[in-house]
């Protein structure tokens, strides 16, 4: 597989998870994001109830305008929730003349099987209290939190709309850890468009270390 990347400079990449809690989506992207500058727009830092996609979707496009790749982490666990993504974003190109390239990032290429839980839980309860929204919670509200999501999670379809916008989907798959997650998303990246982006061991080691020290942006009140 390998995919045309235009000679106009207006290709633009976003790498969308679908994942449920817990399942590295900030470690993840803040590794990558370090590594290579690309942009990164966490839902759990809008802190806004009402008109909260909208504000997600806005700095999204002003990622955008910076830069080339953007990780828009949010669980996008549902069809609806890819669907509003894919709009939203659709009409973000239309204004701009953006070609969009759609790349999955499938955390649960099982499903929230039994394994996934297991490691999804154990990381939550060690992240404890850094977290922007899951905090201050005891552990049956946390586990009953994760379990909506378990429970409503729609599997990656590409046969159909809206998944079948993803150009591409990649397999990180939770149970493994988020390093290795990191380089699967390197090695499809330069398989399928020739991205030639080079990753050191020792550069990598350092990013990933950090990501796992992050300090999420807790709300003020
Ligand atoms: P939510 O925002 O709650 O949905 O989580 P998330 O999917 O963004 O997961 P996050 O990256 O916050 O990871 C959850 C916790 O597990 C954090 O405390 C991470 O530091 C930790 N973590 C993530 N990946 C790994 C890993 O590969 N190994 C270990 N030991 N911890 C990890």
């Given at each position: 597989?390998?995919?045309?990347?235009?000679?106009?400079?207006?290709?633009?990449y976003?790498?969308?998870?679908?994942?449920?809690?817990?399942?590295?989506?900030t470690?993840?992207?803040?590794?990558?994001?370090?590594l290579?500058?690309?942009?990164?727009?966490?839902?759990?830092?809008?802190?806004?109830?009402?008109?909260?996609?909208?504000?997600f979707?806005?700095?999204?496009?002003?990622?955008?305008?910076?830069h080339?790749?953007?990780?828009?982490?949010?669980?996008?666990?549902?069809?609806?929730?890819r669907?509003?993504?894919?709009?939203?974003?659709?009409l973000?190109?239309?204004?701009?003349?953006?070609?969009?390239?759609?790349?999955?990032?499938?955390?649960?290429?099982?499903?929230?099987?039994?394994?996934?839980?297991?490691?999804?839980?154990?990381?939550v309860?060690?992240?404890?209290?850094?977290?922007?929204?899951?905090?201050?919670?005891?552990?049956?509200?946390?586990?009953?939190?994760?379990?909506?999501?378990?429970?409503?999670?729609?599997?990656?379809?590409?046969?159909?709309?809206?998944?079948?916008?993803?150009?591409?989907?990649?397999d990180?798959?939770?149970?493994?850890?988020?390093?290795?997650?990191?380089?699967?998303?390197?090695?499809?990246?330069?398989?399928?468009?020739?991205?030639d982006?080079e990753?050191?061991?020792?550069?990598?080691?350092?990013?990933?270390?950090?990501?796992?020290?992050?300090?999420?942006?807790?709300?003020?009140?």
């Amino acid at each position: 597989l390998q995919l045309q990347i235009n000679e106009k400079g207006t290709d633009k990449y976003v790498l969308i998870p679908v994942a449920t809690i817990g399942c590295g989506k900030t470690t993840v992207a803040l590794t990558l994001a370090s590594l290579y500058g690309w942009g990164h727009v966490q839902n759990d830092d809008v802190s806004s109830k009402s008109g909260k996609f909208r504000t997600f979707s806005n700095r999204i496009s002003q990622a955008f305008s910076e830069h080339d790749v953007v990780i828009v982490d949010r669980n996008n666990h549902q069809f609806r929730e890819r669907q509003q993504l894919f709009e939203a974003m659709d009409l973000m190109a239309d204004a701009n003349g953006y070609d969009m390239h759609y790349i999955g990032l499938d955390f649960l290429p099982n499903g929230p099987a039994q394994k996934e839980w297991e490691v999804t839980l154990s990381r939550v309860m060690n992240r404890g209290d850094n977290h922007q929204t899951i905090r201050n919670m005891d552990r049956p509200a946390v586990e009953a939190i994760m379990k909506g999501f378990r429970g409503r999670y729609q599997p990656i379809t590409v046969a159909k709309e809206p998944d079948s916008n993803f150009e591409l989907v990649i397999d990180v798959n939770c149970a493994r850890g988020s390093k290795d997650n990191v380089t699967a998303v390197v090695s499809a990246l330069n398989d399928a468009y020739d991205m030639d982006l080079e990753t050191k061991p020792e550069e990598l080691n350092a990013a990933f270390s950090a990501a796992l020290e992050h300090k999420a942006k807790i709300p003020v009140g």
